[in-house]
C-alpha cells in the first residue's frame, strides 16, 4: 500500500467515525394501550360465542388467524381457519342444539402489545349425538391472539378442554 493509498483510508476512516455517532436513535415506540386491546379481545371472543350460538361455521373461523391451529381434547388438531371451519361444520352436524355460555373472561396482554392471551370457563349444552340426552359439558379454554395486518386480533392457537366435574364427595373425615 501507497501512502497515499494509506491517508486516503485512513481519512475515510477518520470521516466516517463522526457519521456514525450522527445517527439517530431510533424514536421510541409509544406505549401499547393494553386495556384497549384486552377489551377487543373480550369483544371477539363474546361474538365468537355469539357466532356458535347462530350456528355459523364462516363466522366462528373468521375469529382465527389462516394458520391457526384448535386443540380439543376429544379429537385431532384443526390447522388453519379452513380446517377449523371444517370442523365445527361436523360439530354443528352432530349437535345442532349446541348452546355456549362463557364465564370469567380474562385477557392478560403483553406489555409490548403483540399479543394478548385469553382465557375462561365455558358450559355447553346439547343434545348427545350417541344417547339423544341432553347433556351439559364444562369446559376450560385459553387462545393466544395476535393483532393482524388491518388492525383486527386473530386467534393463532386455542385450546378447548373437558373441566372436570367438581368435587361432589363429602370430605374425608379427619383423623
Known amino acids: ?45 363474546a361474538q365468537r360465542v355469539a357466532d356458535v350460538n347462530a350456528h355459523d361455521p364462516a363466522k366462528y373461523a373468521s375469529h382465527f388467524a389462516a394458520d391457526a391451529v384448535a386443540m380439543r381434547s376429544d379429537r385431532a388438531n384443526a390447522v388453519g381457519a379452513a380446517a377449523i371451519q371444517a370442523d365445527f361444520t361436523r360439530t354443528m352436524a352432530a349437535t345442532p342444539d349446541l348452546h355456549v355460555v362463557l364465564s370469567d373472561p380474562t385477557v392478560e396482554v ?41 388492525g383486527s386480533w386473530k386467534i393463532v392457537w386455542s385450546v378447548l378442554s373437558d373441566a372436570a366435574p367438581p368435587d361432589t364427595a363429602p370430605p374425608a373425615p379427619k383423623a
Open 1 to 45: 500500500m501507497t501512502r497515499l493509498q494509506f491517508a486516503g483510508a485512513a481519512v475515510a476512516v477518520l470521516m466516517a467515525a463522526p457519521l456514525g455517532a450522527c445517527q439517530k436513535a431510533e424514536p421510541a415506540k409509544p406505549a401499547a394501550d393494553t386495556a384497549k386491546i384486552a377489551d377487543a379481545v373480550k369483544a371477539d371472543a
Open 110 to 150: 403483553a406489555a409490548s402489545g403483540d399479543l394478548a392471551v385469553f382465557r375462561a370457563t365455558s358450559v355447553a349444552n346439547m343434545t348427545d349425538p350417541i344417547t339423544h340426552k341432553s347433556v351439559t359439558v364444562t369446559r376450560n379454554s385459553i387462545a393466544e391472539y395476535k393483532p393482524q395486518a388491518d
